[in-house]
């Protein structure tokens, strides 16, 4: 097939030419190599989500020449890169006669002393500008500059701008145990996997329990957990752990009150109390069918009201101020948010009378809400401290049990559209649109995610400071960082509001800033980068994440070529690899076609079920031929799958075991024999998504006391370990 693109005359067009600048893609090739032009009414919509004008030929022709002026008035960009090790060149929008110069201020506040020069250039393409013209310099930034995040000085006569300077290695060295070898963990979602210690949902203390034993158990080295992003303080609860309210802070709801320093110096009245109201809870923790966050958190956030009222030591006290004053503007907002929801009830993005759109972070009835409950706001700003010690906690037992990597945090693609970030910084964030997926074969329909997209304008105008503050504060509770829909570091699938999930348009970012920034922070903190680039990933993509040393993600029933899976052992070594993922069912689910049955009775196809299914016999009948073929599965047991369900789902993992990907993943649904799926994308509450307790082939639950006891999963363990 030969690939259609764009013709001459469409991309001459002025509309076009204006998608080209701001980094609007206007056509685009869909996972079957099918190629699509974006309708002229969509990308309008797309631009006045970036704030451009283009609702006529006049205000297209206004906004080409604003943008250009706007590049052209500034003496430099507002953000720029350096590669460490690499002189860099740095484009300076000086006048004809102009010498512009230059300075560094480190990211600790001392001068930069090496010396940074100038080339004046040779004033050729000068751009008009009002009754002048301006030519472009180059300050050359030299390759020794140390890496982090510094502020470069620019002057031109009387004019001067600052820049953040983001000065990053090229690549994100590989631990030293993946150089050569590779390292194999878990897969879990934290909140199913409960002990008698829970509250109805597993918690941060039962995450302590689940590394410190998959290490002496089962010898992994690590543990990728559903994303742990801050949520709403109040119940209803949001299932969906990728549809947080904040992505800076970590979700409360997961602390253990028990395990709070302060819970053992309490009277015996208070104790008795908080003992009480776990007990209203014990039972959520034997339930098979449902995760009843709201019940939970009923109970438990009174339990830690009780203690936060218990006040803190002096030394404790001073921790928590210190907290307070390292986390400053962004606590203030999540901690303010919180109160309000609190006081005044959830925030209703469809209601513009509401105050989440009523009220903005400087209106007066923000500052007398916050002056009227101090306490309250205090107790979320001391939960979010609890939380985070209680999750760093968890890291370093981790590490201390001898864990390779530890954590590997699940980062969302983006918040909620009424969260505390969208409502603090609007200004971070594109106005009239979400973020989502074009169609795919596994969703037929298009996806959309209901997350406001960060505004590329935005990033590139504060220095990326709140992509900065994410990285950052992630891996502070974690040895490697998961990035779900990673794709979205080079371009993401706007939805204009109002319109389906498939009018919809590609809008580019800086990757390369983006995936600098991931660089620091990995080599701060000798971590690990994942990048979830499943589905319709352009080469330039997979290149780009290669040269800068970023894993991929690889699951076995998606590496097929024509009909016909792809033997482990010609897997890409830069991924993470897998059987599945979090959106299909577990491996025994899978091979009964229980995603067959799932979308048929949910009504998610575009096409009979009865082609559907026809499709997935083939998909399963070409996995076991593989399998077979490759000798991980004896060929008799397939005359009778359903006697032999589990040497086939440990076959699929010895094909995993066969993979030269640095890490291996084992999900630990399939571990105990759990068929159901945990998240049917495309559904809200027609499926009970996120709510799926950890069961085994029974259906009865698993309780974390008894989770490496189980047979099953020591069977697979030792796979994984051979």
């Not at 209203?280 to 449902?290: K, M, R, V």
């Amino acid at each position: 097939m030969t690939q259609k693109v764009e013709s001459e005359e469409r991309l001459a067009r002025p509309l076009i030419r204006l998608a080209r600048l701001v980094g609007v893609e206007t056509s685009y090739i869909g996972q079957t190599s099918d190629y699509h032009e974006i309708d002229d009414d969509v990308l309008v919509d797309v631009f006045g989500a970036l704030g451009v004008d283009a609702t006529s030929d006049e205000a297209v022709a206004q906004s080409i020449t604003a943008i250009l002026d706007d590049r052209h008035r500034r003496l430099v960009t507002p953000t720029v890169l350096h590669t460490v090790g690499e002189q860099s060149e740095v484009p300076v929008n000086t006048g004809v006669l102009d010498v512009p110069t230059a300075s560094i201020t480190l990211e600790n506040g001392e001068k930069y002393d090496g010396e940074v020069t100038i080339d004046a250039g040779d004033g050729s393409g000068a751009y008009p500008l009002g009754d002048a013209f301006v030519v472009t310099a180059s300050i050359l930034i030299p390759a020794d500059l140390p890496m982090g995040y510094h502020t470069l000085h620019v002057t031109v006569g009387e004019r001067e701008q600052d820049a953040t300077l983001i000065s990053a290695p090229e690549r994100i060295e590989p631990l030293e145990p993946i150089k050569d070898g590779q390292l194999w963990g878990w897969m879990a979602q934290l909140y199913s996997i409960r002990s008698a210690g829970s509250w109805g949902v597993g918690d941060f203390a039962d995450l302590k329990t689940l590394l410190v034993e998959s290490k002496h158990r089962t010898g992994a080295d690590f543990l990728l957990v559903n994303p742990l992003h801050a949520a709403e303080p109040v119940s209803p609860l949001t299932p969906s752990p990728y549809l947080p309210v904040s992505r800076r802070f970590v979700n409360f709801t997961y602390i253990r009150p028990e395990g709070i320093e302060e819970y053992d110096a309490l009277d015996e009245e208070t104790r008795a109390q908080i003992t009480e109201l776990h007990n209203q809870t014990e039972a959520l923790n034997g339930d098979a069918q449902l995760i009843d966050r709201d019940a939970m958190w009923r109970s438990k956030m009174r339990a830690l009201w009780l203690i936060f009222k218990a006040g803190l030591g002096a030394a404790r006290q001073a921790q928590f101020d210190q907290f307070k004053q390292a986390t400053g503007d962004e606590l203030e907002a999540y901690a303010t948010w919180c109160l309000c929801y609190d006081k005044w009830g959830a925030p209703d993005d469809n209601d513009q009378g509401n105050w989440i759109h009523a009220l903005s972070k400087d209106s007066e009835a923000i500052a007398q809400v916050r002056a009227q409950f101090p306490d309250t706001l205090d107790f979320y700003r001391w939960l979010e401290w609890v939380a985070i010690g209680q999750l760093e906690d968890a890291q370093q037992a981790a590490k201390d049990a001898g864990m390779g990597i530890g954590i590997m945090s699940d980062m969302a693609v983006g918040v909620h559209p009424a969260g505390s970030e969208v409502w603090w910084d609007p200004e971070r964030f594109a106005k009239g649109a979400t973020v989502g997926a074009p169609p795919d074969y596994f969703n037929q329909q298009g996806q959309d995610w209901s997350q406001p997209p960060l505004s590329p304008l935005s990033l590139e105008s504060t220095g990326y400071q709140a992509y900065r503050s994410l990285v950052h504060g992630m891996f502070s509770q974690a040895g490697a960082v998961r990035i779900d829909h990673i794709l979205g570091l080079f371009r993401l699938w706007w939805i204009p509001q109002g319109r389906s999930a498939i009018q919809g348009a590609y809008v580019h970012y800086d990757s390369e800033t983006m995936i600098g920034i991931l660089a620091i922070e990995a080599a701060r903190a000798q971590g690990v980068i994942v990048g979830e680039d499943l589905g319709v990933v352009p080469k330039f993509v997979v290149d780009s994440l290669k040269r800068h040393g970023i894993l991929g993600c690889t699951v076995e029933w998606f590496a097929q070529k024509d009909g016909e899976f792809l033997p482990p052992d010609t897997w890409r070594r830069d991924a993470l690899a897998s059987v599945n993922t979090h959106d299909m069912p577990p491996a025994a689910g899978y091979l009964v076609y229980e995603h067959v049955e799932l979308r048929d009775r949910l009504h998610l196809l575009t096409e009979p079920v009865e082609d559907f299914k026809a499709g997935a016999v083939q998909e399963h009948n070409a996995m076991l031929a593989m399998l077979v073929d490759k000798g991980f599965l004896d060929p008799e047991l397939i005359t009778d799958e359903t006697e032999h369900t589990q040497q086939i789902v440990e076959a699929l993992y010895r094909g995993l075991k066969a993979a030269p990907s640095r890490l291996l993943a084992a999900s630990l649904t399939d571990a105990v024999g759990e068929r159901r799926t945990q998240n049917q994308p495309g559904t809200n509450n027609e499926y009970p998504n996120w709510r799926i307790p950890l069961a085994d082939e029974n259906g009865d639950v698993v309780p974390l006391e008894a989770l490496f006891d189980n047979p099953r999963l020591q069977s697979l363990a030792a796979i994984m370990r051979a």
